[in-house]
């Protein structure tokens, strides 16, 4: 269940696809501590950023910044899960990571940065966003604030490392397996809202080779498809069978939760 404090202001607005006027929001410390990340924060700190802070709704499709546009917004997901994409010139398009309410995405520190991927909504949910002016300003001030930011970035590289060794070397199942695991990680519970056809993108492979990967993983109890819907079964098979393609990231996100534990 998605516990993000809800209640009237001026400063939070509503992407969803709606005749109806913007939802607004007020900013609670409780609420921006659903991100890990912010969770993390000296509460002196995330009092400061407060004010600069706006809690958004992120519905499914919905892209936050594309390759080669300055980024003007930093999001810290709470529920929402976001998929970092490369597309090339010619339309293909391949998830290079992932982020969620551990994370942040979007972080420029110098004016005029320009995005190295584009970064879409893949499962609906909440986030709070800032300019990334001020974003910049907060690191420059010192804190814990610059070195969450650095240490997180190491982890989104070893997933992103993780990710290219395993399209090179990995099945399709095991891929299959890494990437129903990141989800989970960043989910609520253990049933996915996703197509094959949406996991064949993102995994930039052909859609019948999913639907062979997620047949098997079925027969083999570890997952139920149905229409859209994937309930994972058995984690830890899931794990097992992912090896490699899924540990060495996790091994570096867990320790990245180690860390912020001690903030």
């Known amino acids: ?7 009237p202001s001026p400063r939070t607005r509503d ?14 410390p409780s609420g921006a501590r659903q991100n890990e990340l912010l969770a993390a924060l000296p509460e002196r700190e995330l009092a400061a950023l407060l004010p600069e802070l706006e809690l958004v709704t992120l519905p499914v499709g919905k ?32 998830e290079i990571a992932v982020a969620g309410r551990e994370g942040v995405v979007g972080v420029s520190l110098f004016a005029g940065e320009r995005a190295m991927c584009s970064a879409m909504v ?7 966003r800032m300019h990334a002016r001020h974003l910049r300003t907060a690191f420059h001030q010192g804190g814990a604030l610059p070195a969450l930011l650095m240490r997180y970035n190491t982890a ?23 990437w129903l695991l990141e989800r989970l990680d960043r989910s609520s519970d253990n049933v996915l809202k ?12 052909r859609r019948e080779s999913i639907t062979a990967a997620a047949g098997k993983l079925q027969e083999e109890g570890l997952i139920a498809y149905r229409r859209g819907t994937i309930t994972v079964l058995d984690r830890s098979g899931l794990e097992l069978y992912a090896g490699e393609c899924y ?17």
């Open 247 to 263: 540990k060495v990231a996790k091994t570096e996100y867990d320790r990245l939760l180690e860390d912020v534990a001690h903030y």
């Open 63 to 94: 892209e936050l910044f594309e390759c080669g546009a300055c980024m003007e917004y930093v999001y810290f997901p709470t529920s929402a899960i976001i998929s970092l994409l490369y597309v090339m010139e010619n339309g293909a398009t391949t």
């Open 194 to 205: 996703v197509t094959q056809e949406m996991i064949a993108i993102m995994l930039g492979v």
């Open 15 to 28: 992407y969803g696809n709606t005749a109806r006027p913007p939802l607004a929001f007020s900013i609670s």
């Open 156 to 178: 989104l590289f070893a997933q992103m490392a993780q990710n290219a060794v395993g399209g090179r070397h990995s099945s399709i199942e095991q891929k299959l397996c890494r």
């Open 122 to 128: 893949q499962s609906a949910g909440y986030g709070y």
């Open 1 to 7: 269940m998605n516990n993000t404090q809800l209640s």
